[in-house]
Each structure stands twice: as structure tokens, then as C-alpha cells.
């Protein structure tokens, strides 16, 4: 982004600035690495949005470190036209899966003070808004805030069809029929729970952006099957902390289609046939 010069990074909240680099940071935001007033700081800046566009992951970050360390937010703005988020800079050392399993466990031992499932506001993606409004049953948040605005989102940029909407219909028929009679805890969720969202630092787990949500733990748990990165001693130590609720493998399906239609959503028909695959269960 030409706009990103000398001149913009001139203009953020600090006394000195001493340089600033590009870095890897996922395809949503642009990232760099920041040295001013003796400190590294890492930053996310997106083009073309008011300074609340990381409110969101602000919020998230606030409510999952009181369970599990995060980076911590610093400065939050707008410059020339283009949102910024200022973290603390983590070097990266070694780490225990373990540890990680014990601290997702803790987070999903942290419960919404309102019973409800949702979160304090809505998340805008590239593809839509979820909608976080709190809601008292989970089998109605699930089905009408995540999986219906999906689908629609699938179908009207033309990957959908008929025999996806015949067997998703069954899938949420199925699971509608299951949290008829099952209570569900709503678990404070890291949201994004895949392997490029856990790093470690300082020899401990961290997890960064959060697209935190109060749900169903199952929902999180999900996530960490569809792409790997997350061995056996994660999986262990969590059981141990927090026990696995009996059958969750014939769960776990109806929540990676979630993630893997919304790949479909954004990325196109490469993700097809993971989705038929978890369909065609139905």
C-alpha cells in the first residue's frame, strides 16, 4: 500500500520511531514489526476502515487473557483513512502442546456471566457480518446466526446447489433434534481456533486473533481438526482438565462444516469437496 510510507508511521502515538518492517501476519490485515521508544511492537493496519474495525478483536483479546495469555492491545487508531492495531511484539521460543491443551481448557471454563450464547458485538468479515447478539439458546445461534447466513452467502455467489441443500437441511435437522434434549455451557471460544492462531513465547502457549464468541466448546474443538497442528498431548492434557462430553466425534462434523463452507464462501470450489464429504454424513 503506497500510502503506508514514512510519513503514516510518523503519525502514530509514539515519542521516537525508529523503523518499521513488513511481516507475515495472515491475508487480512497488513503487519509490520515497529522499534520506537526502545520497544518492538507488532501492528495491523487495514485499508479504507475506521479505527472500530478491530474493536472486535480488541474485545476478544480483553475477555480470552483473563483465561489465556494474548497479546496485549496498545494503541488502537485511525490514520489517513486506514484502521491500526498496536500489540506488543512476541518473540517466538519453544512450547509445550500440552500446556496449550491445559490453557484452551481453562478458556472454555470461562463462562458468559449471562448465561447467553454470543459475544458484546458483531464481527465484519469479508464475506459477512456474524451476528454475536446474545441469544438463550445455543441450538437457535447456531442454526440461524452462523449456519443459515452462510449457506445464503454460498448460494448467492453460486456454491450451492441442490443436493448440499437437500443433506445440509438433514444436518441441521439432526442437530436441532440433538440440543432438543442437551444443555449446552457457553464457553468463553477462541472463535479461529487453527494452528496459525496458537504460537508460544517465552516458553508459554499464547493465542492470537480471536474471533471470540460464547458457544458450544465443541465449536472451538472443531476447528482444531480440519487443518492439523495440534497433537496428541494438546488433546490429552485438555481431556484431563476439562473431560470430553461422550460421542463428541459424531459431533464434531456439524461444526467443521462451518468453517469449511465459509473457506468455500471465500476461497471457492477447492473446499467442495470437503464439505460434500461432511454432507453426505447426513
Not at 442454526?143 to 449457506?151: A, D, G, S
Not at 433434534?177 to 481456533?193: A, N
Not at 464434531?252 to 462444516?257: K, N, V
Request: aromatic content about 16%; hydrophobic content about 35%.
Amino acid at each position: 500500500m503506497s500510502t503506508l510510507n514514512h510519513q503514516w508511521f510518523q503519525q502514530l502515538p509514539f515519542k521516537h520511531l525508529e523503523s518499521f518492517q513488513p511481516v507475515s501476519g495472515g491475508d487480512i490485515n497488513e503487519s509490520y514489526r515497529i522499534e520506537a521508544d526502545g520497544q518492538s511492537y507488532f501492528i495491523k493496519i487495514q485499508p479504507n476502515q475506521p479505527a472500530k474495525y478491530f474493536q472486535h478483536e480488541i474485545n476478544g483479546l480483553k475477555a480470552i487473557g483473563k483465561a489465556i495469555n494474548t497479546p496485549t492491545p496498545i494503541h488502537n487508531g485511525e490514520i489517513n483513512g486506514n484502521a491500526y492495531l498496536v500489540l506488543n511484539w512476541l518473540d517466538e521460543s519453544a512450547g509445550s502442546q500440552a500446556e496449550l491443551g491445559q490453557a484452551v481448557a481453562h478458556m472454555h471454563q470461562h463462562y458468559s456471566t449471562n448465561g447467553q450464547f454470543g459475544f458484546v458485538d458483531n464481527h465484519r468479515t469479508k464475506a459477512l457480518v456474524k451476528d454475536n447478539s446474545w441469544n438463550d439458546s445455543w441450538k437457535d445461534f447456531y442454526i440461524n446466526q452462523r449456519l443459515l447466513p452462510e449457506v445464503q452467502v454460498a448460494s448467492d455467489r453460486g456454491r450451492w446447489n441442490r443436493w448440499r441443500q437437500e443433506h445440509f437441511t438433514q444436518m441441521v435437522h439432526q442437530f436441532s433434534d440433538y440440543y432438543q434434549d442437551h444443555t449446552v455451557k457457553p464457553s468463553l471460544l477462541h472463535g479461529d481456533l487453527w494452528a496459525g492462531n496458537f504460537m508460544f513465547a517465552n516458553d508459554q502457549p499464547y493465542l492470537i486473533d480471536p474471533d471470540a464468541v460464547y458457544g458450544d466448546r465443541e465449536f472451538d474443538l472443531a476447528m482444531t481438526t480440519v487443518f492439523g497442528g495440534f497433537d496428541e498431548s494438546f488433546y490429552r492434557a485438555y481431556a484431563a482438565t476439562y473431560p470430553f462430553n461422550p460421542g463428541i466425534n459424531d459431533r464434531l462434523p456439524w461444526y467443521r462444516f462451518y468453517y469449511l463452507c465459509m473457506h468455500l464462501v471465500l476461497f471457492g470450489e477447492s473446499y467442495g469437496g470437503a464439505v460434500d464429504q461432511i454432507l453426505s454424513r447426513y
